[in-house]
């Protein structure tokens, strides 16, 4: 599961979620520092985001991409 979740991250490094967070145990994140002003290119692909995944999260997009992945 991968999911976006908009956070404000203070001068001291402190990261406050800005929406509350269901998760059934712990996970690794990544955090991203972003421009204090969104551009509108940026707003754009936020926006695009949901119709996007939507497309992409598919077994077939699994099945076309399947050859660029890493052997394990």
């Known amino acids: 599961m991968i999911q976006t979740i908009e956070a404000i991250v203070d001068e001291h490094g402190t990261v406050r979620l800005l929406e ?13 520092i972003l421009a204090d002003k969104p551009s509108a290119a940026h707003e754009t692909t936020l926006l695009s985001e949901p119709s996007l995944a939507k497309d992409s999260n598919r077994a077939e997009e699994d099945t076309a991409w399947a050859h660029l992945q890493r052997a394990r």
């Open 20 to 32: 509350p967070v269901q998760l059934d145990r712990s996970h690794r994140a990544l955090v991203t």
